[in-house]
């Protein structure tokens, strides 16, 4: 069993910058992939970044690619969302997830172990 909690979320102007933490307790953290979703009112949970067990590999949205960074730290079970350049399309519940499955991806039914989710808000 994988436990993933969220912290980081909250409310910030557009062009503001939020980093989001997600810790892992459980299994070994270092052997899955992990990935970013959110979902925003009214619409569908949607892929945003994703990072092999390594860290040496990572995939991002079209709408984020360039202005979010995907890392981890498997010495501290903790894999980070650098969000920068926020707009208010950005506002969403964002989550974290683990797969167990060695390779990339950002479909949603793939992923095993999800958290809770952090709301972040961007005003205009």
């Known amino acids: 069993q994988v436990q993933l909690v969220e912290s980081g979320g909250g409310l910030v102007q557009a062009g503001g910058s939020l980093r989001l933490s997600c810790a892992a307790s459980?299994?070994?953290?270092?052997?899955?992939?992990m990935g970013w979703f959110r979902q925003a009112p009214g619409k569908e949970r949607e892929f945003v970044a994703a990072?092999?067990?390594?860290?040496?590999?990572?995939y991002y949205a079209n709408s984020v690619n360039g202005r979010f960074t995907i890392s981890r730290d498997n010495a501290k079970n903790t894999v980070y969302l650098q969000m920068n350049s926020l707009k208010p399309e950005d506002t969403a519940v964002y989550y974290c997830?683990?797969?167990?499955?060695?390779?990339?991806?950002?479909?949603?039914?793939?992923?095993?172990?999800w958290g809770q989710g952090t709301q972040v808000t961007v005003s205009s």
């Open positions: 459980g299994r070994a953290f270092s052997s899955y992939v």
């Open positions: 990072i092999s067990w390594n860290g040496r590999s990572a």
């Open positions: 997830a683990a797969d167990l499955v060695a390779t990339i991806s950002t479909r949603i039914y793939e992923y095993d172990y």
